[in-house]
């Protein structure tokens, strides 16, 4: 039975998700027509408004939502630590939250643009995405609020694979093909928090709990791989699958998994030495902290390289926050997390408010970035001083 105080958290929270499911339509692209049904199309000019005409209004509506969510957030994980939710309110409270969340806009990011097209340019063009780009297809409506036209296919081939079907689903259409997009992120990320309850359950079941709220509840991992349909999360769906294979000895499938999710997009190819590694010592078997903390060094060096390649985009972070789940216990884990997912989700900020990312942006971001790595190892460093000075009292 769900107490009184957590039915109230709990409808604050879901309020909160809707009201964050409405706020991404204030940032449909002016260029793109979501419906001209003249109810919808007066909405969506509405929202339009909000998002592009007033935006000092939009980048407060959006750190508002911002700290409810992450509010929100830490109250789940303090009850959840007094075992005063159960599973049930969990899988509950995540599966609302995504399926609200799998029909919003993308709001913060314009890859999902780029993954329909990609799917495309083979569906209705006949061709080769890693051939042709989308600026080879000027007369295509969908180039008006598209961004990245210029770049050939940078994927995986399996992400083809599970996304041409789709297009022809979706019969080619922006809006179907669009919420097809949106739901398959949903069931990958509802895909992933199944695979983490069931490798809890296998290594520490009584942080289970605690695990699949740090997961399936996280704003930046709800963000990215729901709201803005970032692919890493169906990438990492099946490096989960693949490490419950792996922790199970099914090490043949365990790697046909990873080559899968390799298969959609490169980053987790990182993860091979981990696997080879296990599979090796088998007999001599790895402490978990070892398999888990190496994955999660493995997978940050992809967000440096990233990050150097280009600049720092939030959703790079969805990839190791993902397996810092099964570090979340530790405190030098989970501080940073929590801290680096904050400011993460600050980056669009200065967008919201300005309209662009031109100077003073750049600086700003750094500054941001730069707190908050100075920030993670100030509080690291005192919660570890904090615990000295209790076991000495």
């Known amino acids: 039975m769900i107490m009184k105080h957590l039915k109230f958290l709990l409808l604050g929270y879901i309020t909160t998700i809707v009201l964050l499911f409405l706020y991404s339509f204030t940032q449909i692209d002016l260029g793109l027509v979501i419906s001209r049904y003249p109810f ?27 700290m409810a969510m992450f509010l929100f957030y830490f109250a789940f994980l303090f009850y959840s630590r007094k075992k005063e939710v159960d599973k049930k309110f969990v899988w509950k409270t995540v599966i609302i939250s995504t399926a609200i969340l799998a029909f919003s806009y993308n709001a913060f990011s314009y890859d999902l643009f780029n993954y329909m097209f990609d799917a495309k340019i083979v569906t209705h063009y006949q061709q080769n995405p890693y051939v042709q780009k989308a600026l080879d297809y000027p007369q295509d409506p969908m180039l008006g609020f598209m961004h990245w036209t210029h770049r050939v296919y940078p ?23 669009f919420f097809l997009f949106k739901l398959l992120m949903g069931a990958a990320f509802l895909g992933s928090l ?17 695990g699949l709220i740090f997961f399936g509840l996280n704003p930046l991992l709800l963000n990215e791989s729901v709201v803005s349909a970032q692919l890493d999360i169906v990438m990492m769906f099946f490096a989960f699958w693949a490490y419950f294979l792996l922790l199970n000895k099914k090490y043949v499938f365990a790697f046909i998994l990873l080559l899968i999710s390799i298969g959609i997009k490169f980053a987790s ?20 902290p070892v398999i888990f903390g190496s994955s999660l060094v493995l997978l940050a060096i992809t967000v440096v390289v990233a990050s150097l390649r ?36 600050l980056t669009y900020v200065p967008y919201l408010y300005l ?26 460093g005192g919660y570890y001083t904090y615990k000295i000075r209790v076991k000495t009292s």
């Open 310 to 345: 280009t600049n720092f985009q939030p959703w790079y972070l969805v990839v190791p926050l993902t397996l810092a789940v099964f570090l979340a216990h530790r405190y030098f884990v989970f501080i940073p997390t929590m801290i680096l997912s904050f400011a993460a989700l």
């Open 155 to 177: 994927y995986g081939p399996l992400w083809l694979v599970m996304t041409v079907p789709l297009s022809f689903i979706g019969l080619q259409l922006f809006l179907p093909t």
């Open 194 to 210: 199944y695979f983490v309850g069931k490798i809890f359950q296998k290594i520490a079941p009584e942080r289970e709990l605690f």
């Open 269 to 288: 190819g990182f993860l091979l030495p981990v696997f080879l590694l296990v599979t090796i010592m088998h007999k001599k078997k790895l402490s978990l």
């Open 40 to 66: 919808f199309y007066e909405l969506e000019k509405a929202f339009q408004q909000i998002g592009y005409f007033n935006r000092p209004l939009s980048a407060v509506i959006y750190i508002v939502l911002l």
């Open 355 to 380: 309209g662009n990312w031109d100077k003073p942006v750049p600086q700003i971001l750094m500054n941001l970035y730069i707190s908050a790595g100075i920030l993670s190892v100030v509080a690291v």
